[in-house]
């Protein structure tokens, strides 16, 4: 065998040995991170959902014209009519817009920590780092930065004296740890 053929060789077990890494390695379609929730980028752009969410049903909700300049939210629902995700994009009817939010719907998508729609407050704390609380007229807002999200808590979860006072500055210690999750957002 000439050096050529040697070369040629090696090549090929190198490109076939990065071909199967690469496959090994493929994305989970339910995993949620500070860039990603399953094969949904914080650069996707509407007209390429699809693409996305191959099994999945798109449903665009249209709620003015053009002129208007509201966000139109995209549903994402399985092929058994569960809803999984609602994606807010930068701009209204362009499908060149890129998704600006993503509200998660369905407990199958988590965070690499195990973080779901079903999660508690514990779970967050003891899981990252809180960046901020914003006290709300019906609920707290939990801001994470690690991974661009936010957990929204009702104010019925709270103590009653947390519960009307919206110029109260909220600490962690004061959520109780059994406080349910009632949005689970991710922001790009």
């Not at 600006?100 to 729609?117: A, E, G, P, Q």
């Not at 514990?122 to 709300?136: A, G, Q, R, T």
Request: charged fraction near 20%.
């Amino acid at each position: 065998m000439n050096t050529y053929n040697k070369y040629l060789l090696t090549i090929i077990i190198v490109a076939i040995l990065f071909t199967n890494c690469a496959l090994d390695k493929a994305q989970d379609p339910f995993e949620i991170s500070k860039q990603h929730i399953g094969l949904l980028t914080d650069s996707t752009q509407v007209k390429d959902l699809n693409m996305a969410f191959p099994q999945d049903s798109i449903v665009n909700a249209i709620k003015g014209d053009e002129f208007s300049g509201q966000d139109n939210d995209i549903h994402i629902y399985d092929k058994d009519g569960n809803e999984l995700l609602v994606l807010t994009p930068s701009h209204a009817l362009d499908s060149t817009a890129v998704i600006k939010s993503v509200r998660i719907m369905n407990d199958n998508y988590n965070t690499s920590k195990n973080i779901s729609i079903n999660s508690t407050f514990k779970d967050i704390k003891d899981n990252y780092k809180i960046s901020s609380i914003n006290n709300l007229i019906n609920s707290v807002v939990i801001s994470v930065n690690e991974i661009n999200g936010s957990f929204t808590i009702d104010k019925k979860e709270l103590p009653a004296n947390l519960r009307f006072d919206m110029t109260l500055k909220i600490e962690a210690v004061q959520i109780p740890d059994h406080a349910k999750i009632k949005y689970f957002m991710i922001h790009w």
